[in-house]
């Protein structure tokens, strides 16, 4: 899918702010896959901005290690080997499943009615003849960070949000590739596991039906070969020649 099909044209007056929010927003749910380059033209064009405020948004995400510099000057979402995703999503169950517990006894109302709401947009793309991978990653960031906003706790979430930006260009891989999960609706049978425990205000299940979802998807993620093996030399991104960081 190309870029301009996965951003919103900005306002000058808000430039800076949001080519940064919309490209982190792009690798944290997945929409750009491990080793896909990325031209900074490109980006601006899609933008509608000037190659400046892209030039400073992705030096940002590179300085988060959301994006990677070659040596070859091309910017591109890096690889993970298989031992980083393995310490990631230890992590990733101990803190999403806390903020999860902590979701159930803290939310509200507003909060479990737009969760819920989150929840039915994944399902409804889920039962689509065709699911489209580019808004089942969407809907399924946006289903779990609304659990994990419910928490009511800003620093543990911007503990989550900085390892989705490490882990979000593998972690819907199962997703975008249309795998057996999504034949056999994997996700949804944790999602809806997760929303009933919440609404029934127990965190205990609310938090063993996240790690289910996160260990389940591990578990392909790393059956499927798509990691680098320790001690291996990365293989070339696919798509053709390096982009110049200046293209």
Known sequence: MELSDLVTPLK????SANVYDQLRDLVMSGQMMPGEQISLRSAAAALGV?????????????AEQALELTPSRTLRVPRMTAAQFKEITVIR?????????????????????EIAERHDAFVAEMKAASPNGSRLV????????????????????????????RI??????????????????TGVVHHAAL????????????RAALEGDIRSAAEFILSA?????????RPPSPGGRDQSVGS
Do not use: C
């Open 12 to 15: 000058r007056q808000t430039l």
């Open 93 to 113: 169950t101990n803190l999403e499943g806390l903020a999860t517990e902590a979701a159930a006894a803290a939310v509200g109302t507003v909060a479990l009615r």
């Open 195 to 206: 929303l009933a425990a919440l609404k029934r205000r127990d965190g205990a299940k609310a």
């Open 225 to 233: 070969g798509v990691l680098v093996a320790e001690g291996v030399s």
């Open 168 to 185: 979000g260009p593998i972690l819907n891989y199962d997703l975008r590739a249309g795998s057996r999960r999504v034949g056999e609706k």
């Open 50 to 62: 000037s190659v400046m405020p892209v030039r400073e948004a992705m030096q940002r995400l590179v």
């Open 138 to 165: 969407t809907f399924n960031k946006e289903f779990h960070f609304a659990v994990y906003a419910a928490a009511d706790m800003p620093m543990l979430l911007q503990m989550i949000e900085a390892l989705w930006l």
